[in-house]
């Protein structure tokens, strides 16, 4: 079954700091650790850490422990971890035993973390009444099941093949898609959000393009239809044969128009203009919140041309722009973000860049990472998710 995607046109005006009643910043907007709690009467309460960079991972574990007890919530409510690695090659065997110990997808991506040290990380947690939610998973797969619904992480699928990028591309989602549907599930009716780490970015980033076409046009995805929010993003895996690699999110058990794709034409016009097969953001609705998942979204305009090229101070502007206009389609801004990645294509601007988010978004959870677009003359991109209060009954629970 096909879903009915909505498209969401009513607005509403948020300056950056104003209060978000379902959303709680904890902790000192200057730390390197920042969590928020988004919670309501009723269900499950959701937290997102992230963690700006340790030297070691026993002090990137020591430090997620603490943040964790800090908020109120137990290792056990992991949901997904990813760790950003300055050396993924030679560091990865150093998270060997952090991944295991606790439950969750788990992924570790080369990418710099720019407030300094060499690991980053990004969680997520699930828990009603304090207790954590019972899921169960594989190391490559981590699925929870809630009522009706099924959600299903998945973390690294790769192929360890010399083939070109999109061959591996076909081979990713051939595995993917087999995995998908041993849950149940189908690419065209499950999967929410992708995020694609590519090796040489501007050298393999047209292999996915034409690979992911070539599967999305075979599976029904079409600019008619839906494609998929996502992030497609310089960023390595430890294994040094692997152009790229796939994490990827997907739900079973949603009723038509739960879900929903997002756009604001007037700030940046739909990906197939320019050739490529990503939502810009993908909302999805339950009885008492909507989760909204903003892809990689970078300084464009309708015409699908680069604003401000060599100003990564504009860029940012320009970006946050197209992101408060995302937000907008889905009765959301700014403050409903539970967490921001932001990736930038040279890491000299990263002081500058972290400082001015640190000013506008005060506590919220990021990380500022090097990681080149998949232009060139894009210098920042940001992606995200919202999280909004919702009243549909007729929705299950999430």
């Not at 650790?33 to 919670?39: E, P």
């Not at 990645?341 to 500058?352: H, K, T």
Request: aromatic share 8%; charged share 20%; glycine share 10%.
């Amino acid at each position: 079954m096909t879903h009915t995607l909505q498209r969401r046109e009513s607005k509403r005006c948020i300056t950056p700091h104003e209060a978000a009643p379902d959303v709680a910043w904890l902790g000192d907007g200057s730390s390197p650790v920042r969590v928020s709690h988004f919670a309501r009467a009723t269900g499950a309460g959701e937290w997102h850490v992230t963690i700006a960079g340790e030297d070691t991972v026993e002090a990137l574990e020591k430090r997620w422990l603490a943040s964790l007890g800090d908020a109120g919530i137990r290792p056990e409510s992991t949901v997904m971890r990813r760790v950003f690695c300055s050396d993924v090659v030679n560091q990865f065997s150093k998270l060997d035993s952090f991944s295991r110990a606790y439950p969750g997808g788990f992924s570790a991506i080369g990418q710099t973390p720019l407030a300094g040290g060499r690991f980053a990380l990004w969680s997520y947690h699930l828990a009603e009444d304090t207790e954590p939610l019972a899921g169960r998973g594989d190391g490559t797969c981590f699925a929870i099941s809630r009522g009706a619904l099924r959600h299903v992480w998945m973390s690294g699928l790769h192929d360890a093949g010399k083939g070109d990028s999109a061959s591996q591309t076909h081979a990713v989602l051939d595995e993917h898609n087999r995995r998908l549907a041993e849950g149940g599930m189908t690419l065209e009716d499950h999967v929410i959000r992708t995020w694609w780490y590519v090796r040489d970015i501007d050298l393999d980033y047209q292999g996915l393009v034409d690979a992911r076409r070539e599967v999305f046009d075979h599976h029904g995805l079409t600019e008619e239809t839906r494609y998929i929010a996502s992030t497609g993003i310089a960023g390595s895996h430890h294994r040094q044969a692997v152009r790229l690699s796939l994490d990827s999110y997907s739900i079973r058990g949603l009723v038509p128009g739960q879900m929903a794709h997002l756009s604001a034409p007037e700030h940046l016009g739909p990906t197939h203009l320019y050739g490529v097969t990503f939502e810009r953001a993908t909302s999805v609705t339950y009885s008492d919140r909507t989760h909204i998942f903003l892809s990689g979204t970078a300084s464009i305009d309708p015409a699908g041309e680069i604003v401000h090229p060599g100003d990564v101070m504009r860029q940012l502007d320009r970006t946050l722009q197209n992101i408060e206009a995302l937000l907008a389609s889905a009765d959301a801004g700014l403050c409903d973000l539970t967490m921001i990645l932001v990736y930038l294509r040279d890491p000299a601007d990263g002081a500058m860049i972290g400082h001015a988010l640190r000013q506008r978004f005060e506590s919220l959870p990021m990380i500022v990472l090097h990681a080149p677009v998949c232009r060139p003359g894009w210098l920042i991109e940001i992606e995200g998710i919202a999280c909004v209060s919702a009243d549909r009954s007729d929705f299950p629970d999430f």
